[in-house]
């Protein structure tokens, strides 16, 4: 098992029982490295976080801090930073291809599929367990828009591409969130 694998199963349990939800745990390397935790609130499958700020990052640090204190899976000093996905999140659970229906995602496969590793267009959510539906946003030669099922297991990267069209949804959220008082947020913990 690798370090991030076993640290995201150290981590989400309590991460859940607090209400968020794990999106991506990252280990970067270099003479200090980076152990990236981002988490968003439970929101209940809606395609947003429900808000997240400074006081959640801070809430999750110390949580997170605690567990892999008494673990100990990364054997050097480390930096913690926790953060949450923003609006051009990754996408790396099948689940985050359904609740993003609808908006533009830029996907890279590890290995070539019909002939192409990268690929952008809207999601159509998934097919079946393994595969995402993606709709291209160009033509193909025949001036037919194109359709394809990629292979979940095969992605290699995906996130949500910035589009005027999200920025108006993150804004309807930013503008709903101000209401309740939550805000976005980073924070940066030394380990």
Aim: charged letters at 25%.
């Amino acid at each position: 098992m690798t370090a991030v694998a076993k640290i995201e199963q150290l981590i989400e349990p309590t991460l859940s029982a607090m209400g968020y939800l794990l999106v991506r745990v990252r280990l970067q390397g270099g003479q200090r490295p980076v152990l990236q935790i981002m988490a968003e609130r439970d929101s209940g499958g809606a395609a947003h976080d429900g808000g997240f700020t400074i006081e959640d990052c801070t809430e999750i640090s110390r949580a997170v801090s605690a567990i892999l204190d008494v673990e100990d899976p990364i054997k050097e000093a480390y930096n913690l930073e926790v953060s949450s996905p923003g609006l051009d999140r990754p996408l790396v659970k099948p689940v985050d291809f359904e609740r993003f229906k609808g908006f533009v995602a830029r996907i890279e496969l590890g290995a070539p599929h019909q002939g192409r590793k990268r690929f952008r267009g809207r999601l159509l959510g998934l097919e079946g367990a393994a595969g995402v539906m993606l709709e291209d946003e160009e033509a193909g030669k025949d001036g037919q828009v194109q359709r394809w099922v990629l292979p979940h297991a095969d992605i290699a990267s995906a996130k949500l591409v910035l589009t005027d069209e999200l920025l108006r949804h993150g804004a309807s959220l930013k503008a709903a969130l101000a209401e309740t008082g939550a805000g976005a947020g980073t924070e940066t913990a030394i380990a």
